[in-house]
């Protein structure tokens, strides 16, 4: 917002003047970045689940790992910061990101013709 109300002082006009700075323009660019993390989340969990589906071994290690690292001393929220006590289950993770990443599909038509 910062940088908006500069740009709109340099111009000597209001900030919802700036092309692409109205209400509506930074509503829908807010609700582009809370849907492609709600479909980039749906698809990488679905496409997860479908893989462990068929490893109940990687399944029965991450089970393992989940049930040795937490503890009534700490609690389960905490394992988000201390992911080194989830080594095997974090590589899992990162591995079907590198296998499958999620790719939001949120499709934009142009209104109208812009020159860049």
């Known amino acids: 917002l910062v940088a908006i109300s500069a740009a709109a002082e340099e111009k000597g006009v209001g900030p919802t003047e700036i092309p692409g700075c109205s209400d509506l323009d930074i509503a829908m660019t807010v609700m582009d970045f809370l849907f492609a993390a709600q479909d980039a ?67 934009h038509l142009a209104l109208q013709n812009t020159n860049l």
């Open 41 to 107: 989340t749906n698809s990488a969990l679905t496409f997860t689940s479908d893989v462990l589906a068929t490893r109940p071994d990687v399944v029965a290690k991450i089970r393992t790992e989940v049930i040795n690292s937490v503890t009534p001393e700490k609690p389960i929220w905490s394992m988000v910061r201390d992911a080194d006590d989830l080594s095997y289950t974090c590589r899992a993770a990162v591995h079907m990101l590198h296998h499958k990443p999620p790719v939001p599909m949120i499709p």
